[in-house]
């Protein structure tokens, strides 16, 4: 017969002690003093290389910190039905129109021609071909470009992969895109909602369509959890 053991005491033998973590500071502090020096060696081809440096690292560390993925907001509501990265989206972007709105309105009214207008997408067949595809795409590899350049600087080996094929997939698609635009796209419409509504009517129709979004968000999580915390 064998000896009764106490759960108490199998759980000891079970639980190993844990490690001590090791303190990732001179890490930090070696990788600020390449940061730095690097910053140096830019200033010296372009005094404005320094900024975009800056502003690179800063973007790079509140994505990091906020967990912002645009693959997040639209797979978190099927999946645990939180919508705090889904609200999120929506408040950057009613940010970016007050944004682009500052910049396009005073060109409107100078008469000048508006910036950005060369690139108002058409809808067309080709739009919703890589629509599906770029979903089916970052669904599969687990982030859009900011969340698989965000967990790239993390370390994880997949989305080093992905952004490999991103890079093929664009240049790809910049190649052949002359044939798109040629055979698909160049009868397509255009629409520009200040065209259709006047500034201001784009505006409250923008916003409204956020608003009615963020309210579906906040019912959809308090359905789903119970809390829109």
Known sequence: MGQTVSPETRSTRIRAPRKPKKSQL???LLVTVLIIGFGFFLNQAHDKMVVYLLFGISFGVILQRSRFCFTASLRDPCITGST???RAVLIAFSLATIGFTA???PAFLEGKPIPGMDNVG???LALIIGAVLFGIGMVIAGG???GTLMRVGEGFTM???????????SLWGSHDMGWWRANVIKDAPTVFLPDVFGWLGALVVQFLIILLLYIAAVKWQEKKMGSAD
């Open 103 to 105: 910049i396009k309105y």
């Open 26 to 28: 001179p890490i930090a």
């Open 144 to 146: 859009c470009a900011s």
């Open 122 to 124: 058409q809808i067309s």
């Open 84 to 86: 705090s990265v889904t």
């Open 159 to 169: 989305q080093m992969l992905s952004l490999l094929f991103f890079v093929i997939g």
